[in-house]
């Protein structure tokens, strides 16, 4: 197991006042996870999403799967 922290970003789509969450993508090769967080809250919860989970996510938000808000 590796000591790595998550290297924390938001996506350059992201311009809505900082409502927003932030994902750190650096663990996925090393822990097979990709940790999730409100940027709002950088001290509270993270989400650790397996890899195969998130990639399904982010392809049904590209299709649409979810509707818009």
Same mark, same amino acid.
């Given at each position: 197991?590796?000591?790595?922290?998550?290297?924390?970003?938001?996506?350059?789509?992201?311009?809505?006042?900082?409502?927003?969450?932030?994902?750190?993508?650096? !663990?996925?090769?090393?822990? %097979?996870?990709?940790?999730?967080?409100?940027?709002?809250?950088? @001290? =509270?919860?993270? !989400?650790?999403?397996?890899? %195969?989970?998130?990639?399904?996510?982010?392809?049904?938000?590209? @299709? =649409?799967?979810?509707?818009?808000?």
């Amino acid at each position: 197991m590796t000591n790595e922290s998550p290297r924390w970003f938001t996506s350059s789509y992201s311009e809505n006042g900082g409502a927003c969450v932030e994902v750190a993508t650096n !663990l996925i090769a090393s822990r %097979g996870i990709v940790p999730v967080r409100d940027s709002k809250d950088v @001290a =509270g919860p993270v !989400l650790s999403i397996p890899t %195969g989970s998130f990639t399904s996510f982010v392809a049904g938000v590209k @299709a =649409g799967d979810f509707g818009t808000v």
